[in-house]
């Protein structure tokens, strides 16, 4: 009994979190405008989400703990994009998915930066 709450719990998670972001992200697309989204709050909202993920991913925590922040991040990146679409600046995306790319790969390539971040 206990066991199939859990994985209801754990499947109804990641089915909230996959309809999460989606009303926002069709309204954007409705409106053709991405005004009233801050771009600072949704880039620090994406940050919040890797390094989470990097953490979780680092100390081998089982898949489903964190299964969740895929789904988030895959949402969040493509807001982002169609933020940057509506702003008729999509090559500005540019430098922020190469900062992404780059914070996760230094962060997965040297762990001892993570090691030194959780030390007391």
């Given at each position: 009994m206990r066991e199939a709450l859990l994985l209801f719990c754990n499947w109804s998670t990641l089915g909230v979190c996959a309809a999460l972001k989606l009303p926002q992200?069709?309204?954007?697309?409705?409106?053709r405008s991405s005004r009233g989204i801050s771009l600072p709050s949704l880039?620090?909202?994406l940050a919040g989400f890797l390094v989470f993920l990097r953490y979780l991913c680092y100390y081998e925590y089982p898949l489903?703990?964190?299964l969740e922040y895929p789904i988030l991040i895959a949402q969040d990146?493509?807001?982002?994009?169609?933020?940057?679409?509506?702003?008729g600046n999509v090559k500005g995306a540019a430098p922020y998915l190469a900062?992404?790319?780059a914070s996760w790969f230094v962060l997965s390539l040297q762990k001892w930066i993570i090691d030194l971040a959780m030390q007391e």
């Open positions: 992200i069709s309204a954007v697309l409705a409106a880039l620090l909202e489903l703990t964190y990146v493509l807001l982002l994009l169609c933020v940057f679409h509506f702003n900062l992404c790319v």
